[in-house]
T-cell receptor
Framework: AQKVTQAQTEISVVEKEDVTLDCVYE???????LFWYKQPPSGELVFLIRRNSFDEQNEISGRYSWNFQKSTSSFNFTITASQVVDSAVYFCALSAREGDNDMRFGAGTRLTVKP | GAGVSQSPRYKVAKRGQDVALRCDPISGHVSLFWYQQALGQGPEFLTY????????KSGLPSDRFFAERPEGSVSTLKIQRTQQEDSAVYLC????????????FGSGTRLTVV
């Protein structure tokens, strides 16, 4: 069975603080793909990153960075020097096997960045 | 179009009424997905199309839910005899591949059944 757990329901930080959003996943597949999406108040889900299970290299994109650790089945997301515009709900998602069309989402973490 | 377009943006239906939700995917995107997002939850898979073929409808919660994509572009999600538990945001997404490269989502249709 595939499952994604985002234990943090809500996080509130002050602007310029660093914040890490946790994601833990479960799958029996050896090939799988992990994603992070951002859902701003407007409602659409914005794709942030995709990672396959064979690539454990951490990734940095501007203020965003992702830490993928297969040993702990985690794919955490860090925002450095947070800004008010980062306020949104963030979803971690898992899709197993090439061509699998059933992407499983976590329940999401609502991030509020206060000025 | 430049993105995935969904209409209407908001829909209020009386219990028992039929509704139809429309999705215009990105031009040329082969794959189209429908998700249901309840308040405070992550999106839940409903159904998947590759061109006009509905390859997976395992997520549709009941036979009151029906989706089609007759010409392989625009898709319609129809809910018959709506019930209060159908109240949710219905998200459509499209992809040029099977989906493992990430989807482009629309803004969704918020359905409220009263």
């Amino acid at each position: 069975a595939q499952k994604v757990t985002q234990a943090q329901t809500e996080i509130s930080v002050v602007e310029k603080e660093d914040v890490t959003l946790d994601c833990v996943y479960e799958t029996r597949d050896t090939t799988y793909y992990l994603f992070w999406y951002k859902q701003p108040p407007s409602g659409e889900l914005v794709f942030l990153i995709r990672r396959n299970s064979f690539d454990e290299q951490n990734e940095i994109s501007g203020r965003y960075s992702w830490n993928f650790q297969k040993s702990t089945s985690s794919f955490n997301f860090t925002i450095t020097a947070s800004q008010v515009v980062d306020s949104a709900v963030y979803f971690c998602a898992l899709s197993a096997r090439e061509g699998d069309n059933d992407m499983r989402f976590g329940a999401g973490t609502r991030l509020t960045v206060k000025p | 179009g430049a993105g995935v377009s969904q209409s209407p943006r908001y829909k209020v239906a009386k219990r028992g009424q039929d509704v139809a939700l429309r999705c215009d995917p990105i031009s040329g995107h082969v794959s189209l997905f429908w998700y249901q997002q309840a308040l405070g939850q992550g999106p839940e898979f409903l159904t998947y199309f590759q061109n006009e073929a509905q390859l997976d409808k395992s997520g549709l919660p009941s036979d009151r839910f029906f989706a089609e994509r007759p010409e392989g572009s625009v898709s319609t999600l129809k809910i018959q005899r709506t019930q209060q538990e159908d109240s949710a945001v219905y998200l459509c997404a499209s992809s040029s591949s099977g989906g493992t490269y990430g989807y482009t989502f629309g803004s969704g249709t918020r359905l409220t059944v009263v």
